[in-house]
């Protein structure tokens, strides 16, 4: 009997700039803008931005493990993201979120010359052993987890977007941010979180509780 080979296709962790994982993101609407089918669109369905780069996404029932519930994984020979259906959160624009965080992980973190030669030993025979990457809550987001959000948010609201979609509207009021949260199709706390961090928005620290914080606009 073949023993089983197990291969690991996971680049090594490192450290990835804000700017570098924009610019991945960035490069990829970019080459999608330049095939008609794929031109990208708001809101943006992330699944289309997956099959444009060879994946497919599937919604199925995921069994937790010792570590707890498992939100979305990707099996990289498959080249196959599955988000658990079992989590009715991860619907609307938590899921989209969701799908962009695991193209994030494909893009960012899995070794696509390693993936190539674990399908090439299959196709002589080999009996090939590859681990999913799995992802869980995303309360936490620490390595390549907070590396995988940020793309995601560069993905789905990217700069350009943002400012079309902002143009003569008031960042302080809610209303109107509920409203591009809306247009984007992302959660209004994901979109809160990629204006603060451009430097458009500043969030008082009421953010944090339950209370609805106070919103200062940082550029016209």
Request: hydrophobic letters at 40%.
């Amino acid at each position: 009997m073949p023993k089983t080979l197990n291969l690991a296709i996971f680049k090594p962790y490192r450290f990835l700039s804000k700017e570098e994982i924009e610019t991945q993101a960035s490069t990829i609407l970019q080459k999608m803008q330049q095939v008609p089918n794929y031109r990208p669109k708001w809101p943006l369905d992330a699944s289309r931005v997956a099959e444009f780069l060879g994946l497919d996404v599937v919604w199925d029932s995921i069994a937790e493990d010792k570590q707890g519930q498992i939100a979305a994984r990707i099996l990289p020979l498959e080249r196959l993201i599955e988000i658990n259906e079992d989590i009715p959160k991860l619907r609307g624009g938590f899921g989209e979120s969701t799908i962009a965080h695991e193209i994030g992980h494909w893009v960012l973190h899995i070794d696509p010359d390693a993936v190539k030669y674990a399908l090439y030993l299959q196709k002589l025979g080999r009996t090939i052993e590859v681990k999913p990457l799995l992802c869980r809550s995303q309360t936490h987001l620490e390595g390549i987890e907070w590396q995988a959000q940020y793309f995601a948010s560069c993905l789905l609201m990217p700069e350009y977007k943002l400012k079309e979609v902002s143009q003569g509207r008031n960042l302080t009021q809610w209303r109107q941010l509920y409203q591009i949260a809306k247009e984007l199709g992302v959660t209004i706390s994901n979109l809160t979180y990629r204006l603060k961090d451009l430097g458009w928005i500043s969030l008082s620290d009421s953010y944090l509780t339950h209370q609805r914080p106070t919103i200062t606009q940082l550029i016209q």
